[in-house]
């Protein structure tokens, strides 16, 4: 069961990351400067990043599925709160850091924050729910 509620998870940050970022596609591209064509949508578009992305959102449900059962996390609400606070305190952070080293508008930071935390406490429910 483990292994499902995994890719579920992984399933539901992905599905909010769409939602989330077609919501705030205008200010994301403004931020972060991204060359767009007269359709707005991004030049050059490539399947990469979607796939990377949902890679990532793998890895991530995973080690939060691993450090959940460490610490003994077995409900919907812990699970909700600890993913919250994964986002919040340990990505969140490192994409300020990142953001301004490369001298980004920040912006870009609290949307790409705001993604990590609020995707990572949904990932922290639906794992609890398996």
Known sequence: MGFLAVIVAAIAG???????????SKPWVEASGIKVGNDGRPEGGSPLPFVLSFIA???VAGMMRHTFALAEITT????LVSGLGIGLFFISPWIMINNAYGMRPFKLTVIDAGYATFG??????VLMLF
């Open 57 to 59: 959102m793998l890895l």
């Open 14 to 24: 992905f599905a909010f990351g769409a939602v989330w970022y077609m919501t705030l």
């Open 76 to 79: 919907l609400g812990k699970g």
């Open 120 to 125: 990572c406490a949904i990932m922290g429910a």
